[in-house]
Structure formats: structure tokens, C-alpha cells
């Protein structure tokens, strides 16, 4: 019943910026670490910015600097700050979260569908 749902992706032009959101939604007791990926097509997935339950974060050296990780636990939402953005940010981005459903349940990790961001030069 857990869903991630990732929105706000789109097409912007290079030095732009977009906002992507992660609504986390379901059988929720507890939401932990939560993450951004992103995929280009032919390429791995790769780990782009991550924080921990106590706000913490970590970035990709590619994005350090550009982009803001942050979420607000109230709302069960993570945000992915984008700026300055350039081509190779192009991808599909994907939220990943470590949920408990209850409070007897282990932590699982969930991915949303994705979002798609393309940047133009």
C-alpha cells in the first residue's frame, strides 16, 4: 500500500531550474533515510543526493552546489532543489525511501515511477 509519487520534473533550458517533489503516501508508521536517483537512458542508475531521518544530507560531486535536498516529515515529502541545471542532468529521476508500514515491521525500501527531467543547450 506504501507509493512514492515523484512530480515536477519537465523541460528546461540549460542554467534553469526545476523542483521535484516526493509525496510518500500509504501504510506509513516511519519514514527514515530517503534518496534521489536518476537514470539517463544506456547509463547505470546513480545515487544523486540522500538524507537521513535527522536531516542530514550527501551529494554526487556532479551536483554539489546546484542542488538542495530537503523534506518535510509532516507532509511525508522530499523535495530535489534543482539549479543551474546543465544537459547532463538529464534524466529520469526516481525517489527511493526506507519505510516501515507499522511499528512491527522492519524497514523496506520503496521507489516512486519516476519523473522525467530534460535540460536543452
Known amino acids: 500500500q506504501v507509493q512514492l509519487v515523484e512530480s515536477g520534473g519537465g523541460l528546461v533550458q540549460a542554467g534553469g531550474s526545476l523542483r521535484l517533489s516526493c509525496a510518500a503516501s500509504g501504510s506509513i508508521w516511519r519514514i527514515d533515510a530517503m534518496a534521489w536517483y536518476r537514470q539517463a537512458p544506456g547509463k547505470q542508475r546513480e545515487l544523486v543526493a540522500s538524507?537521513?531521518?535527522?536531516?542530514?544530507?550527501n551529494y554526487v560531486d556532479s551536483v554539489k552546489g546546484r542542488f538542495t535536498i530537503d523534506r518535510d516529515n509532516g507532509k511525508k515529502t522530499m523535495y530535489l532543489q534543482m539549479s543551474s541545471l546543465k544537459p547532463e542532468d538529464t534524466a529520469v529521476y526516481y525517489c527511493?525511501?526506507?519505510?516501515?508500514?507499522?511499528?512491527?515491521?522492519?524497514?523496506?525500501?520503496?521507489w516512486g515511477q519516476g519523473t522525467q527531467v530534460t535540460v536543452s543547450s
Open positions: 538524507i537521513t531521518g535527522g536531516s542530514s544530507t
Open positions: 527511493n525511501a526506507n519505510i516501515r508500514a507499522t511499528w512491527s515491521e522492519p524497514y523496506r525500501e520503496y
